[in-house]
């Protein structure tokens, strides 16, 4: 089901409902810095396989996919995302939901934790912490932004294939073109561009990271204390290193972590070691 809402400052924004509207548990999904709603539909699918009594609600962030591109890039920023998350859980009236974030996602989430702790049954924090290496920021910051239009779709699952092979070093052609059709838009004339304004970049290439933003950032992670956690790791994250992984469970104190084997930033979350966890965490709500 198509959702569209909109925005404090007036954007028209989109979200898509899968699964029993009524279903008791509901989570929210969040995507990447470049992503979209579609990102979650092979983790989605997973689950829909296993359980009926889960609603899942995956975002188009402004300026991505559906949603409205923003006038003002400076509002590309997860607390604005975030405040917009807040603005959808109200048009639809759910008072309680999982989080589930990926990357930037989950850096949205933790801005949740301090806005509606009160609405939050736990979080899933995908290959996302405080601590950001540069190795997998430099990664990000050279590739995001970068829209040129390609000729054919053949085009674009190359062009995905060698920005993210780092990340998925098994992958077979047919799914590079599962993932172009995720992240790609056709245009009226049968050319495809990346489905996102270029304009995100602007404040993902202003991110440096040092002592002080890594202290405030490991502050504004106690605040997911309250609700349980799970955390998904690439086993190849340039992003997210073991080290900082491991930290983050033992700092929580109510948290499992998972490392999915041959893969880097970020996990589909449809991998069957992540599936069996997840199905695992959203049962939670009815125990």
Same mark, same amino acid.
């Given at each position: 089901?198509?959702?569209?809402?909109?925005?404090?400052?007036?954007?028209?924004?989109?979200?898509?409902?899968?699964?029993?509207?009524?279903?008791?548990?509901?989570? +929210?999904?969040?995507?990447?810095?470049?992503?979209?709603?579609?990102?979650?539909?092979?983790?989605?699918?997973?689950?829909?396989?296993?359980? $009926?009594?889960?609603?899942?609600?995956?975002?188009?962030?402004?300026?991505?996919?559906?949603? =409205?591109?923003?006038?003002?890039?400076?509002?590309?920023?997860?607390?604005?995302?975030? %405040?917009?998350?807040?603005?959808?859980?109200?048009?639809?009236?759910?008072?309680?939901? @999982? +989080?589930?974030?990926?990357? #930037?996602?989950?850096? #949205?989430?933790?801005?949740?934790?301090?806005?509606?702790? %009160?609405?939050?049954?736990?979080?899933?924090?995908?290959?996302?912490?405080?601590?950001?290496?540069?190795?997998?920021?430099?990664?990000?910051? $050279?590739?995001?932004?970068?829209? /040129?239009?390609?000729?054919?779709?053949?085009?674009?699952?190359?062009?995905?294939?060698?920005?993210?092979?780092?990340?998925?070093?098994?992958?077979?052609?047919?799914?590079?073109?599962?993932?172009?059709?995720?992240?790609?838009?056709?245009?009226?004339?049968?050319?495809?561009?990346?489905?996102?304004?270029?304009?995100?970049?602007? $404040?993902?290439?202003?991110?440096?990271?040092?002592? @002080?933003?890594?202290?405030?950032?490991?502050?504004?992670?106690?605040?997911?204390?309250?609700?349980?956690?799970?955390?998904?790791?690439?086993?190849?994250? =340039?992003? +997210?290193?073991?080290?900082?992984?491991?930290?983050?469970?033992?700092?929580?104190?109510?948290?499992?972590?998972?490392?999915?084997?041959?893969?880097?930033? /970020?996990?589909?979350?449809?991998?069957? /070691?992540?599936?069996?966890?997840?199905?695992?965490?959203?049962? %939670?709500?009815?125990?």
């Amino acid at each position: 089901m198509d959702i569209t809402y909109s925005s404090a400052d007036g954007l028209n924004l989109y979200a898509k409902s899968y699964g029993p509207e009524d279903a008791p548990i509901t989570a +929210l999904c969040m995507h990447g810095l470049t992503r979209n709603h579609k990102d979650f539909e092979p983790m989605i699918e997973a689950l829909l396989k296993l359980r $009926s009594d889960v609603r899942f609600i995956a975002v188009d962030v402004r300026g991505r996919a559906l949603s =409205d591109k923003d006038p003002n890039p400076e509002n590309y920023t997860p607390l604005v995302y975030a %405040q917009d998350m807040v603005a959808l859980l109200d048009h639809l009236g759910l008072e309680k939901v @999982f +989080l589930i974030g990926t990357s #930037m996602g989950g850096l #949205m989430s933790m801005i949740l934790m301090t806005m509606i702790p %009160q609405r939050v049954h736990g979080v899933v924090l995908n290959d996302i912490g405080p601590v950001l290496m540069k190795k997998g920021l430099d990664r990000i910051q $050279s590739y995001v932004g970068g829209t /040129t239009i390609k000729d054919s779709w053949e085009e674009a699952a190359n062009a995905v294939a060698s920005v993210q092979k780092v990340a998925f070093p098994d992958y077979t052609d047919e799914q590079w073109m599962a993932f172009a059709k995720r992240t790609y838009r056709e245009l009226e004339d049968g050319r495809v561009e990346l489905d996102y304004d270029p304009e995100i970049s602007r $404040s993902v290439k202003e991110v440096r990271p040092n002592i @002080f933003t890594n202290m405030a950032m490991w502050k504004l992670f106690r605040a997911m204390k309250p609700v349980p956690m799970l955390l998904v790791r690439g086993e190849l994250s =340039d992003l +997210l290193s073991p080290k900082n992984a491991n930290k983050m469970v033992r700092k929580h104190g109510n948290a499992k972590l998972v490392t999915v084997a041959r893969v880097g930033h /970020t996990p589909l979350l449809d991998e069957p /070691t992540v599936v069996e966890a997840l199905n695992e965490f959203l049962s %939670q709500e009815t125990k």
